[in-house]
């Protein structure tokens, strides 16, 4: 298992950048693919982003492709999420999270352990 702490999230009016961090504990954290999730008022869970174990593929949901980027430290257990170009959609509480399998990447109902989120507000 592993332990995950979110922390960067912040207020921000549209069109700005935040960086979200993740820290993880235990000693498997580079065994895992990692991903952000994120749930806005009202409205399930969803993917944003994940990248691979080894830290050499990505993934991203359309609605961020080309405005954010997911990157991993594997030297450092810590994962981040450079937002940029945001938008009052972007609106939502962040989580990152861990899957051992990439081929579920996508799927929210899979990640197996989470962060407890940080919050992410967009202004018009």
């Known amino acids: 298992q592993v332990q995950l702490v979110e922390s960067g999230g912040g207020l921000v009016q549209a069109g700005g950048s935040l960086r979200l961090s993740c820290a993880a504990s235990?000693?498997?954290?580079?065994?895992?693919?990692m991903g952000w999730l994120r749930q806005a008022p009202g409205k399930e869970r969803e993917f944003v982003a994940a990248?691979?174990?080894?830290?050499?593929?990505?993934r991203y949901a359309d609605s961020v492709k080309g405005r954010f980027t997911i990157s991993r430290d594997n030297a450092k257990n810590t994962m981040s999420l450079q937002m940029n170009s945001l938008k009052p959609e972007d609106t939502a509480v962040y989580y990152c999270a861990a899957i051992s399998s990439w081929y579920y990447v996508t799927e929210v109902q899979k990640y197996e352990n989470w962060g407890q989120g940080t919050q992410v507000t967009v202004s018009s």
């Open positions: 990248v691979s174990s080894s830290g050499r593929s990505t």
């Open positions: 235990g000693r498997t954290f580079s065994s895992y693919a």
